[in-house]
């Protein structure tokens, strides 16, 4: 009985002990949201964690818009082409590219059961080199781009940050390569280097640098002037450590953005050179599908149906462009 009574008068204290607790807590809930100035870590935390889970939702809604959404079903169909591209076609890709020809295979055939797109001027089944090409295309969307962003990154910040002398050498290069059109350097570079595919991608990704500099250089010079930022440096934080751990970090974001676009013109601007004949015959090219068919007119299939895979991830790649620049915009209310 004496056992019972201890714990009862135990489970007792521990009752008034909570609510007193939970009565503390209220008290300081109502105070931190009702007095101007009052701070409650535990409630700042919670006020925190719901303003970023918020905020992310609002970041999706903004997202899922359905020209953005159009844009990523695009991409992810030209990443099933590439990714599956040996079982949604017969013909391996050795069999639809330069050096081989197909024995018997004529020249801009009508569409078949065999070729259900018809054939290009060498007898290539357009279907398949229209999957293979997507493995092509993909690669000339993201070597450039990345060559052309991350120079910028690095070579930007180090402008903006430093200033002085190293701005200055920096931005009249930047100024001298904009009197040059960058295609025309491309076409004339191309030949010399070679018309191999990872040479033009290369040369095409260092001369679209410069623009990248200068945008990136913009968004560092904002940056720097941030109160962070100063803090850092007072703090005795190294140069490169404030650049790419402090700004860069802060900085990015809209350049990143830049990227999709980036990515649609750069396949444009290589499936033209591949158009006027500049370049690699020995990979599967949209562009080079649409200069064979330039040889005849008349054949609908051997120009559209290149073209047209060329307009899906161009399109698509601009729409996830814009997609992310509303939802990521903080200066947009959308």
Excluded at 42 to 62: D, H, L, P, T, W
Excluded at 133 to 162: D, E, W
């Amino acid at each position: 009985m004496l056992k019972i009574t201890e714990q009862a008068f135990i489970e007792d204290i521990a009752h008034n002990q909570s609510k007193s607790l939970t009565k503390e807590k209220f008290i300081r809930f109502l105070r931190f949201y009702l007095i101007p100035g009052w701070r409650d870590p535990e409630f700042a935390s919670q006020e925190y964690e719901a303003e970023k889970i918020k905020s992310k939702r609002r970041m999706f809604r903004r997202l899922l818009k359905p020209l953005t959404i159009t844009g990523f079903v695009m991409i992810i169909f030209i990443l099933i082409l590439a990714v599956y591209a040996p079982w949604l076609t017969q013909y391996r890709l050795g069999e639809i590219i330069s050096p081989y020809y197909p024995p018997g295979g004529n020249p801009f055939d009508d569409p078949s059961p065999e070729h259900p797109f018809g054939t290009t001027k060498y007898g290539y089944d357009i279907l398949a080199r229209l999957i293979w090409g997507s493995r092509t295309t993909l690669v000339m969307a993201a070597i450039p781009v990345t060559i052309a962003i991350g120079g910028g990154i690095l070579l930007g910040t180090i402008s903006a940050y430093f200033g002085g002398i190293v701005d200055y050498l920096m931005m009249r290069f930047v100024d001298l390569m904009y009197a040059f059109p960058n295609l025309i350097l491309v076409i004339i570079i191309v030949p010399i280097l070679g018309q191999a595919l990872l040479t033009s991608l290369v040369i095409y990704g260092i001369l679209f640098i410069p623009y990248n500099i200068r945008f990136m250089r913009s968004l560092v010079l904002q940056v720097k002037q941030l109160e962070f930022v100063q803090a850092a440096k007072t703090g005795g934080a190294q140069k490169f450590k404030v650049m790419f751990t402090h700004i860069v970090p802060n900085a990015i974001s809209p350049i990143l953005i830049a990227f999709f676009g980036g990515a649609a013109i750069a396949v444009l601007g290589l499936a033209g050179l591949a158009f006027i004949g500049i370049g690699d015959p020995t990979v599967a090219s949209w562009g080079t599908d649409i200069n064979w068919a330039r040889a005849s007119f008349s054949n609908f299939n051997a120009a559209v149906w290149p073209g047209l895979f060329i307009g899906i991830i161009a399109i698509g790649f601009m729409l996830i462009g814009d997609g992310l620049r509303d939802a990521l915009d903080p200066r947009l209310n959308i």
